[in-house]
Each structure stands twice: as structure tokens, then as C-alpha cells.
């Protein structure tokens, strides 16, 4: 069977929202309790982000509609006062967006022809006369583990340790490389590769961020983003090897990138510690204690199912086909590619769509055979993309704060959770320091402990896990800022975003 080509998926919704920052650095905020929107909140969280709804764009502008992850629309009243509800009318809620070459945003009611601003408090649109008042700064709420693909040359950008640089030459999105953490700080945007180094405006990589690695962002509904120095330098893929560095020129809009969540890609492993491959274009064995890049998939599933597909690096995913073989080969909208999942202790046990469970048969093939699950059914899943989590929760991200000594897990800024393998799917938890994550009899976490915890992961979602602590209850997000472990059931605190 012919390789298929690697096709790019479009941008989830969440992964399109922005947050909305004023002149005074404040955010625009949706403020449940008495039904007016503000822009008093320091960071990006839950009531700061939305959802940009497009009936009409042009190269520098666009007729949009603001959406809260509540579902109300953003809407300004006669008086010029704002609120949020549902749109009365066909233009009700509409405002022109227009992209500035400052990174800038501005909005301008269709109705009124006034403009969004903010006086560093309460938000209104009472003037027609454009001033520094009406603009905002976007800045894109997805997670900040990415990846960028280049439409134009229809690749990934990946990051060279060895060399120093970034290539914009990954046909596939598989290896830690490609992914970046993408942090924001007074206003700028510093890119850092899976082995922490920074881009930077000169071609090499940095240790560490400074001025030099600072790049504005230029952001367009639909996930599109371009990173620029502020003096008129864009970076873009140049030359035949297409590395990735400021310029001047341009063409065909190559500075323009899609900026997505980063996929979770794993590979599984037998209970005899063979790693299931693809062979032989679409066969499926446990084949090889070594590694290869046809052993490792593609995790994608709905939050909203406990079912799973698995694509390979060939841009098929795993189906079942006729005698019970598993195969790859399959199509995304196909049934047989689902497979429903069940966990335990960080082993992974895969059901088919016709009720049978996945196991290796005795020449070493995938097949659909077992009517209840055994140890054979059972595999282990480990990470293939991410030497490191960083987690965000229902109140922000994991980190740690020069105000407790406990981790939180309210943060804007995260901190990396380096991975640590010890068993299929039980991991040590390492702070940047080298230090190990300890808990209390509390159940509260502390980031200096001397010796290293068992932590259970199980993956709930393409980009959702749950942790299983040392003292064995999930991890949750509390509303008090603390992280804690002390849920016996998986609550909506209790999923991670990674």
C-alpha cells in the first residue's frame, strides 16, 4: 500500500480563542455575576478568553463576533455601554476588526461606528476618533506546548539541538523537536525549544531568554500567526533547507504560520516489551524491543468518549479488518478505527468497535481476539514526544511561586515537569532544579523533595490526562490555588490539560 501524505489538521476551536489585552495591560473579562464585561484582570484566565467569530475578512480587516467560553456574545448597547447575551439583531454584536502593523487590534461596532476601549477598568464604545485607548493586544489562550506549520511549505518547523537552528522541514509533527513552549512576558513572545534553548534575532539559539529572543506576534482568526522584531525583520523559512530567521522579504505570505496545540504521539509496548509497529506498509506486530518511527502513533480522541485513534507515521490509523487483524490502513471517518479504552494502573487495554480486545496473537500480530481482557491485552504507553508536562488546569497552570512553598496551580506562567520513566505509564516527577516533587500527609505537594514518587498517568483525551499520586488519590486543581491529591473519583478538577 502506498504511503498516504501527511495531512495537517485544522486548528480545534479552543486552540483558536484569544485573550484581549488594553493599553493599561489589563484583559477584557466577562463578568458572570453582573452581566458587564471589564478589563481588570491581570492574567489570562477562563472568563478572559474568546472566541472570534468571522462572517468576512479581507487582507487587514474582518466583521466579527466575540463569543465567551460561557456562549454570550460581547455586545454594545446604544449608550454605548457593554454587556453580554445573545444578538438581537442580524449586526448586533458585530464589529470590524482591524489588523494593525503594530500587532495591534482594533474594534469598531457596525452599528455605531464607535470603538472598543478601555480606561485601564470598565470597557464602552463612545468615540469615533481612533486614539491608543482603542487598541488591544491579542495573545492566543491556547496551551503553550505548540507546534508552528508553515501552509506555504507545508511542513513543521523543528528544532536542530545540535546545530543551534530551526528548520521548517518536518513533514510529520512525531518528534519532541517540533514541539515549542511559547511564553508570554511584558508583551513579547519567547520561543523555547524541547531541549530549553530560545529562538533568538540572531541565527543561533540562545540559553537563555533575553532581548535578543523577544519577537512580536501578529495574530489572525483562524490560528494564524506571524513573528516579527519589531524593526520591520520577519522570520520565515529561508534558503533550500528552509531554516528559519529573520528577513526582510517575504514572499507568498511564507512568514505566516499556523500555531496548534502540540500532539500527543506514544508508543505502546507488549507484555513481552516488543513495541507494536507498522511492517511491511500496513502489517502491525509487536515486532522490535528497538524503536523505529513507524512504532510510534498518534493519540487523538474525544474528551467527550472514552475512544481512541491511533495514527501512524504512514497517515493511516489503526482499524480492524476481516480474521480480527488490526491493521494500518484505515481512514479518520472510518468506525473500525475507534477503539475504546480502559485503564489500569497506567496500562492501557484497547476494545474494538466490535467488542473484542486488542492483543498479540502468537506470530507476534495485532488482533482483535480476546473476548475479555488478560495481561496480553494490556499495553504499556509511555510518551514519544514529551520529555517534560506542562499542565493547566480550571484555574491556570502548575507552577511554582515565590509566595508559597507549596506548588499552585493558578499560575500564568507554568513550570516544566520533567519525566523520569520507571515503569509503563508510572513516572517520577523532576523539577527544572533536579530536585523531585515530595507530598504531604495533607496531600499538598512540595518541589524539593531528595527522592523520587511513583505519579500513574492515563490519558483521558488527546491533550487530557489525569495524574495518580503516590498516596493514591487523582491530582486536582483546588479553587484556593493549592494543588492537591485527594480526589477518589476523576472530577472536572481532576483533568489536565498537557
Not at 488478560?374 to 510518551?383: A, K, S
Not at 520529555?387 to 511554582?400: A, D, K, N, Q, T
Amino acid at each position: 500500500m502506498d504511503e498516504m501524505e501527511w495531512i495537517h489538521r485544522h486548528p480545534k476551536a479552543e486552540d483558536l480563542r484569544v485573550g484581549l489585552i488594553s493599553w493599561a495591560g489589563t484583559y477584557l473579562t466577562f463578568e458572570a455575576c453582573k452581566n458587564t464585561v471589564t478589563a481588570t484582570a491581570k492574567s489570562l484566565g477562563r472568563r478572559q478568553t474568546w472566541e472570534i467569530l468571522v462572517s468576512n475578512e479581507h487582507e487587514t480587516q474582518a466583521v466579527v463576533r466575540l463569543k465567551s467560553v460561557q456562549g454570550l456574545y460581547l455586545l454594545c448597547e446604544c449608550d454605548g455601554t457593554m454587556c453580554y447575551g445573545r444578538p438581537r439583531t442580524s449586526h448586533h454584536g458585530c464589529f470590524l476588526l482591524r489588523f494593525h502593523r503594530n500587532s495591534k487590534w482594533t474594534l469598531q461596532c457596525l452599528i455605531s461606528g464607535r470603538y472598543l476601549e478601555s480606561n485601564g477598568k470598565d470597557v464602552f464604545c463612545t468615540s469615533r476618533v481612533l486614539s491608543a485607548y482603542h487598541m488591544w493586544t491579542p495573545r492566543p489562550a491556547l496551551h503553550v506546548h505548540v507546534i508552528l506549520y508553515s501552509p506555504i511549505h507545508r511542513c513543521y518547523a523543528r528544532a536542530d539541538p545540535t546545530m543551534g537552528r530551526i528548520w521548517v522541514d518536518a513533514a510529520v509533527p512525531c518528534l519532541e523537536e517540533c514541539g515549542f513552549l511559547l511564553h508570554f512576558r511584558d508583551g513579547c513572545y519567547h520561543l523555547e525549544t524541547s531541549t530549553h534553548h530560545f529562538l533568538s534575532h540572531v541565527d543561533r539559539l540562545f540559553s537563555q531568554p533575553s532581548s535578543q529572543t523577544a519577537f512580536h506576534m501578529q495574530v489572525r482568526p483562524g490560528g494564524l500567526v506571524a513573528l516579527c522584531d519589531g524593526e520591520g525583520g520577519m522570520l520565515y523559512p529561508q534558503g533550500t533547507h528552509l531554516l528559519l530567521g529573520l528577513g526582510c522579504n517575504p514572499v507568498r505570505g511564507e512568514e505566516w504560520f499556523i500555531l496548534q496545540h502540540c500532539p500527543t504521539w506514544v508508543r505502546l509496548r507488549s507484555k513481552t516489551r516488543r513495541f507494536i509497529s507498522v511492517i511491511y506498509d500496513d502489517e502491525v506486530r509487536a515486532a522490535s524491543e528497538r524503536l523505529t518511527p513507524m512504532s510510534l502513533f498518534q493519540f487523538e480522541c474525544d474528551s467527550e468518549s472514552p475512544t481512541v485513534q491511533l495514527r501512524s507515521a504512514n497517515g493511516y490509523c489503526l482499524a480492524q479488518r476481516r480474521h480480527r487483524a488490526v491493521m494500518a490502513d484505515g481512514h479518520p471517518l472510518e468506525s473500525d478505527t475507534f477503539f475504546r479504552m480502559h485503564w489500569n494502573c497506567g496500562r492501557i487495554i484497547l476494545q474494538s468497535c466490535r467488542g473484542r480486545f486488542l492483543g498479540i496473537a502468537p506470530n507476534g500480530l495485532l488482533m482483535a481476539n480476546a473476548t475479555l481482557p488478560g495481561p496480553n491485552e494490556e499495553f504499556g504507553i509511555l510518551f514519544a514526544n514529551r520529555p517534560f508536562l506542562v499542565l493547566r488546569g480550571r484555574y491556570g497552570y502548575v507552577g511554582s511561586s515565590s509566595g508559597h512553598d507549596l506548588i499552585q496551580c493558578n499560575q500564568d506562567q507554568p513550570d516544566r515537569i520533567h519525566l523520569l520513566p520507571c515503569r509503563q505509564g508510572i513516572y517520577h516527577f523532576q523539577t527544572q532544579g533536579g530536585s523531585f516533587w515530595s507530598i504531604t500527609s495533607f496531600g499538598t505537594f512540595r518541589p524539593w523533595g531528595k527522592f523520587a514518587l511513583n505519579f500513574c498517568i492515563e490519558l483521558q483525551g488527546s491533550n487530557l490526562l489525569t495524574v495518580l499520586a503516590p498516596n493514591g488519590f487523582y491530582m486536582r486543581a483546588d479553587q484556593s490555588g493549592t494543588l492537591l491529591a485527594d480526589s477518589e473519583d476523576i472530577t472536572k478538577e481532576c483533568i489536565w490539560e498537557f
